[in-house]
């Protein structure tokens, strides 16, 4: 589609919470912040025109290579968030974009994403075919607090489970959705912690991507003052995702 006339550098966009999207407690689930998130950031590349839609005539999709969450607090049922993004850098294949998330004006969430432009049959990597210098770039407007870190994996003290790809893992790219990762690692923390909204703030990194009917194992370690849980999935002995959740 082309650039909508309502394309901005920066949108603002507006959620309603809903009841499938919140834990027993009534607090918006870590997965479906994530998801919001990655709608809005969505929802501006369509209204510039490097959408999913836009990048299919050259056989391209924007994929999630990195992402980091702090989280101050969790909007609740029936909350109406605002979700701001921008895009702070945009070159050939990659691209770094911002998100913050609001309730009545305060900010409760800062993000930063990696993405890069996927050829869905080549299944590699390559440059954006779509004009982007419309976009503004805003470099030094960091949404949250800390960038990007490397994910140290402790194969120490580690506990393991298996999974398999299904269908209901799988998104519109032919791959396992990058959430599904996260929700598969969270399915094995301490349901009180998830309930208690004690997670400060996550990093993930999405190095491989799963297919249907692959064989994973789930790896977590915490570290010695449980201030730290680290997890990793792996398909064949090769590290696919990493996760690093921080505890309040």
Known sequence: MPISPNFTSVLSKDWEI???????TGFLKYTD????????????????????YDMQEFHQAWVLSRM????????KWQDVVTVKTWINSLENSRSVRALEMYVNGKKIVGCETYWAVFNTQARRPEALALPYE???LFPENRATS??????????????VFEKIVYLSDLDI???VNNVKYLEWCLDHVDPKRIMKQEVKSFEMN?????????NVVIHESEDDDHTTATFSITKDDKTCFALELHWK
């Open 134 to 136: 419309h976009f503004e």
């Open 206 to 214: 999405f190095m491989k991507e799963l297919s249907l009917k692959d």
């Open 33 to 52: 912040l994530c998801n919001i998130l990655q709608l809005t950031a969505a929802a501006h590349s369509e209204l510039g025109g490097i959408s999913f």
């Open 146 to 159: 800390e960038g990007f870190s490397k994910i140290n994996i402790n194969h120490e003290k580690e506990a």
């Open 68 to 75: 980091r969450v702090e989280v101050h607090a969790l909007p």
């Open 173 to 175: 790219v032919n791959h």
């Open 18 to 24: 809903n009841f499938t999207q919140c834990t027993p």
